[in-house]
């Protein structure tokens, strides 16, 4: 009971606290802090230097700030004002809400915390209590990229498809609403939106099977307002009754071939970007890839599949269509469209244009007209090799003969991982430059032969192999793999979207870099998956700073003001799908939590003690397996497991104490003994002696780790 009492006497001061900042107080009978957010404070929120109102700091979703008392030329004297350790070592991708002098964010596993802005302390935690098993429908970590505040509340997704409204005062639940069918791997990682007392939300799935579509739900009640499915469903269920029903068949279903595309939802899932544009009364949506990724077998290889790798528009009220543009007609590399959608006034040819601008995976920086959806410049921010350039009269991409892999493997780059992930970029104004966190990485394409479907796991309909004989690599496979180990890389992007060019680039030897930030002070921050933190200058890219913070910095960080005094935060925790999926060449041990850090001139605050932890030690049991139990093993592993033990964010099954243990593997991987800690049980894909094939592959390569290291290895 103290420590309750305890816990509400922290939340009155944070009230309290919040009261003081706003002008509000004692007798006062205007709302203060969240309270206090509605339409209008949204729409100024450019010229509130003081706090970041929305994922994008302003409805245009540019990420600058005009504040200025951290500079160029006093950059050297940042330093940690504060630190806040989070509860999970799992990736933190959120960019946090500041209003009023407190800080709301969401962290890894769709939990909600109420931070003071200026000495980071907390003030309360949310914990939607999710359904661990749910994370192993999450493609890519059990993130979550933020929350969205309004009158009163702050709103958040769930892991497990709920969209939640919390008191921004009490941290207490007002309500929650189901959003998704719970049955299907439907997931929610994104940032709510909120405008005109309406909460938007999209979802997550379309690697393992699902149809995308965007909801508007009441921000009082939480009542179902509209809601556009992105794709067409079964022709044989009729009308969703939805805002997307006449567009769907008009527009939509014409450009779909077969029955194969609705057996496994079609995908389309919009899980990114959103963006309320005030200005012409329409909301701006980006739409994902397609499920499966392979049109040869989603779409018989024909047709565009609208509205797949489009940002669309639609009207606010209502949710009808109003125009879309779609970046990859007939999408079949899992070139998403969901990337950030900023909204801006350039100066082009001599005529001011409203614009969309867009850097989405396909490498491809594009300028759109948003007052119709007409496609305006299109040219390379990273390298790709899929096409020769977008036709400039059309808007619609010239592919490479062979880059849709339809006859034979293709090595394509970008890959799916994109030259541009949901790290956040930036723009500012006054240097007229996007700051944008790019990367190369190259995969090899090739149609699944036979494609098994393995209902809520990974259905790509692509086979992703050793890289063959294909021009510009060696001939030893052992070379081949090292050369496309060579062509990963990242780099920070200073671009020109009037010009369509690169201005100046910072290169990275990893491709999964943070989100940006550009402010006044001619600043760019930048985190690094390294665990740097870092500061450049806008106009000509000069290193002016850094931070090691001993964890990954993926997220996009912020500037707001607090009495006074300009603060810089971001969130930092290595996750997502890389971290899941591929080893990194210097995480040699285990990942601590997650922090959130705020940076001030001359700050004194100091970040937790850092003591490495080295990562187990192989203990591979010394029974005698078949080769074929390891070859049973090697495959299902690399059917369900590689996805998510591929990296340093979840165990590493080479190093577990389980295979040691066949009875305890069994009743982890088959019984669900640590479902509530994400790894569901696999009995509905896997029969027990597969299972143990799995530890068979596993211990021999245990073996093999032990042996590398003994030798001083990895």
């Given at each position: 009971?103290?420590?309750?009492?305890a816990?509400?006497?922290?939340?009155a001061?944070?009230?309290?606290?919040?009261?003081?900042?706003?002008?509000?107080?004692?007798?006062?009978?205007?709302?203060?802090?969240?309270?206090?957010?509605?339409?209008a404070?949204?729409?100024?929120?450019?010229?509130?230097?003081?706090?970041?109102?929305?994922?994008?700091?302003?409805?245009?979703?540019?990420?600058?700030?005009?504040?200025?008392?951290?500079?160029?030329?006093?950059?050297?004297?940042?330093?940690?004002?504060?630190?806040?350790?989070?509860?999970?070592?799992?990736?933190?991708?959120?960019?946090?809400?500041?209003?009023?002098?407190?800080?709301?964010?969401?962290?890894?596993?769709?939990?909600?915390?109420?931070?003071?802005?200026?000495?980071?302390?907390?003030?309360?935690?949310?914990?939607?209590?999710?359904?661990?098993?749910?994370?192993?429908?999450?493609?890519?970590?059990?993130?979550?990229?933020?929350?969205?505040?309004?009158?009163?509340?702050?709103?958040?997704?769930?892991?497990?498809?709920?969209?939640?409204?919390?008191?921004?005062?009490?941290?207490?639940?007002?309500?929650?609403?189901?959003?998704?069918?719970?049955?299907?791997?439907?997931?929610?990682?994104?940032?709510?939106?909120?405008?005109?007392?309406?909460?938007?939300?999209?979802?997550?799935?379309?690697?393992?099977?699902?149809?995308?579509?965007?909801?508007?739900?009441?921000?009082?009640?939480?009542?179902?307002?509209?809601?556009?499915?992105?794709?067409?469903?079964?022709?044989?269920?009729?009308?969703?009754?939805?805002?997307?029903?006449?567009?769907?068949?008009?527009?939509?279903?014409?450009?779909?071939?077969?029955?194969?595309?609705?057996?496994l939802?079609?995908?389309?899932?919009?899980w990114d970007?959103?963006?309320?544009?005030?200005?012409?009364?329409?909301?701006?949506?980006?739409?994902?890839?397609?499920?499966?990724?392979?049109?040869?077998?989603?779409?018989?290889?024909?047709?565009?599949?609208?509205?797949?790798?489009?940002?669309?528009?639609?009207?606010?009220?209502?949710?009808?269509?109003?125009?879309?543009?779609?970046?990859?007609?007939?999408?079949?590399?899992?070139?998403?469209?969901?990337?950030?959608?900023?909204?801006?006034?350039?100066?082009?040819?001599?005529?001011?244009?409203?614009?969309?601008?867009?850097?989405?995976?396909?490498?491809?920086?594009?300028?759109?007209?948003?007052?119709?959806?007409?496609?305006?410049?299109?040219?390379?921010?990273?390298?790709?090799?899929?096409?020769?350039?977008?036709?400039?009269?059309?808007?619609?991409p010239?592919e490479?003969?062979g880059?849709?892999?339809?006859?034979?493997?293709?090595?394509?780059?970008?890959?799916?991982?994109?030259?541009?992930?949901?790290?956040?970029?930036?723009?500012?104004?006054?240097?007229?430059?996007?700051?944008?966190?790019a990367?190369?990485?190259?995969?090899?394409?090739?149609?699944?032969?036979?494609?098994?479907?393995?209902?809520?796991?990974?259905?790509?309909?692509?086979?992703?192999?050793?890289?063959?004989?294909?021009?510009?690599?060696?001939?030893?496979?052992?070379?081949r793999?090292?050369?496309?180990?060579?062509?990963?890389?990242?780099?920070?992007?200073?671009?020109?979207?009037?010009?369509?060019?690169?201005?100046?680039?910072?290169?990275?030897?990893?491709?999964?870099?943070?989100?940006?930030?550009?402010?006044?002070?001619?600043?760019?921050?930048?985190?690094?998956?390294?665990?740097?933190?870092?500061?450049?200058?806008?106009?000509?890219?000069?290193?002016?700073?850094?931070?090691?913070?001993?964890?990954?910095?993926?997220a996009?960080?912020?500037?707001?003001?607090?009495?006074?005094?300009?603060?810089?935060?971001?969130?930092?925790?290595?996750?997502?799908?890389?971290?899941?999926?591929?080893?990194?060449?210097?995480?040699?041990?285990?990942?601590?939590?997650?922090?959130?850090?705020?940076?001030?001139?001359?700050?004194?605050g100091?970040?937790?003690?850092?003591?490495?932890?080295?990562?187990?030690?192989?203990?591979?049991?010394?029974?005698?397996?078949?080769?074929?139990?390891?070859?049973?093993?090697?495959?299902?592993?690399?059917?369900?497991?590689?996805?998510?033990?591929?990296?340093p964010?979840n165990?590493?099954?080479?190093?577990?104490?389980?295979?040691?243990?066949?009875?305890?593997?069994?009743?982890?991987?088959?019984?669900?003994?640590?479902?509530?800690?994400?790894?569901?049980?696999?009995?509905?894909?896997?029969?027990?002696?597969?299972?143990?094939?799995?530890?068979?592959?596993?211990?021999?390569?245990?073996?093999?780790?032990?042996?590398?290291?003994?030798?001083?290895?990895?």
């Open positions: 009971m103290a420590r309750q009492a816990h509400f006497a922290m939340v001061l944070g009230a309290l606290a919040l009261a003081g900042c706003s002008g509000g107080g004692a007798g006062s009978s205007k709302p203060d802090g969240v309270a206090a957010i509605d339409q404070r949204l729409d100024n929120a450019d010229s509130d230097a003081d706090n970041w109102l929305t994922y994008g700091r302003t409805n245009a979703e540019q990420r600058f700030s005009p504040l200025t008392q951290i500079n160029d030329t006093n950059i050297g004297e940042l330093s940690p004002a504060w630190a806040l350790e989070l509860d999970t070592t799992r990736g933190q991708e959120a960019t946090p809400i500041v209003v009023d002098g407190i800080m709301y964010t969401s962290t890894a596993w769709s939990k909600v915390v109420a931070v003071d802005a200026a000495t980071g302390k907390q003030l309360w935690q949310f914990d939607p209590q999710n359904d661990g098993a749910k994370a192993a429908h999450a493609c890519c970590d059990v993130v979550n990229r933020g929350v969205a505040v309004w009158k009163g509340k702050v709103y958040v997704g769930t892991i497990d498809g709920r969209l939640i409204a919390i008191d921004a005062k009490t941290g207490k639940q007002v309500w929650s609403v189901v959003t998704v069918d719970q049955k299907k791997p439907y997931t929610i990682t994104g940032a709510p939106r909120v405008f005109k007392d309406k909460v938007l939300i999209g979802n997550s799935g379309a690697e393992l099977g699902v149809r995308g579509y965007i909801t508007a739900y009441d921000t009082e009640t939480g009542k179902l307002v509209w809601r556009f499915y992105t794709v067409p469903g079964n022709p044989k269920d009729g009308p969703d009754g939805a805002a997307s029903d006449d567009i769907l068949e008009k527009l939509a279903r014409p450009t779909w071939y077969g029955d194969n595309y609705w057996k939802g079609g995908g389309g899932t919009v970007s959103m963006v309320y544009d005030k200005e012409l009364n329409q909301l701006l949506i980006g739409v994902g890839n397609g499920s499966p990724w392979n049109h040869k077998w989603r779409s018989a290889g024909k047709g565009d599949n609208l509205f797949l790798s489009s940002i669309l528009a639609l009207d606010p009220d209502t949710g009808k269509y109003k125009w879309h543009y779609q970046v990859n007609p007939g999408e079949t590399w899992d070139y998403t469209a969901t990337q950030q959608i900023m909204l801006a006034d350039l100066k082009i040819d001599g005529k001011m244009r409203k614009v969309a601008m867009q850097a989405p995976k396909n490498g491809f920086f594009y300028v759109i007209d948003r007052t119709n959806g007409k496609f305006i410049s299109a040219q390379p921010y990273a390298y790709q090799n899929w096409a020769v350039g977008i036709d400039q009269k059309t808007g619609r010239i490479k003969p880059a849709r892999y339809e006859n034979s493997p293709a090595l394509i780059i970008p890959s799916g991982i994109g030259a541009h992930a949901w790290m956040p970029m930036s723009y500012s104004p006054k240097t007229g430059l996007v700051y944008i966190p990367m190369e990485h190259p995969l090899v394409y090739s149609d699944a032969k036979p494609f098994e479907i393995h209902p809520g796991r990974w259905n790509t309909a692509v086979s992703f192999l050793d890289p063959p004989k294909l021009p510009g690599l060696p001939d030893t496979i052992e070379g793999r090292k050369a496309l180990e060579g062509m990963v890389k990242g780099k920070l992007v200073a671009y020109d979207p009037v010009t369509q060019k690169s201005k100046w680039e910072i290169k990275r030897d990893w491709p999964w870099n943070g989100g940006t930030l550009a402010t006044a002070g001619n600043l760019v921050f930048e985190g690094t998956a390294h665990g740097e933190f870092e500061a450049y200058s806008a106009d000509n890219g000069k290193k002016l700073w850094a931070f090691q913070t001993n964890r990954g910095v993926l996009g960080p912020i500037t707001y003001r607090v009495n006074g005094e300009q603060y810089v935060a971001v969130m930092a925790g290595y996750g997502g799908s890389m971290g899941m999926a591929s080893g990194t060449p210097f995480m040699k041990n285990k990942m601590p939590n997650g922090l959130i850090i705020a940076f001030k001139l001359k700050g004194t100091k970040l937790p003690a850092y003591t490495p932890i080295p990562k187990d030690k192989p203990t591979p049991s010394d029974e005698a397996f078949t080769p074929a139990q390891i070859a049973t093993g090697q495959k299902f592993f690399f059917t369900y497991c590689q996805i998510c033990h591929g990296g964010v165990p590493d099954l080479k190093r577990s104490a389980l295979l040691r243990d066949k009875d305890a593997f069994q009743q982890v991987v088959i019984g669900g003994a640590l479902s509530q800690n994400g790894m569901a049980s696999f009995k509905d894909y896997l029969k027990p002696e597969e299972a143990e094939g799995i530890r068979a592959y596993l211990n021999q390569r245990a073996k093999e780790l032990l042996a590398e290291e003994a030798k001083g290895g990895k």
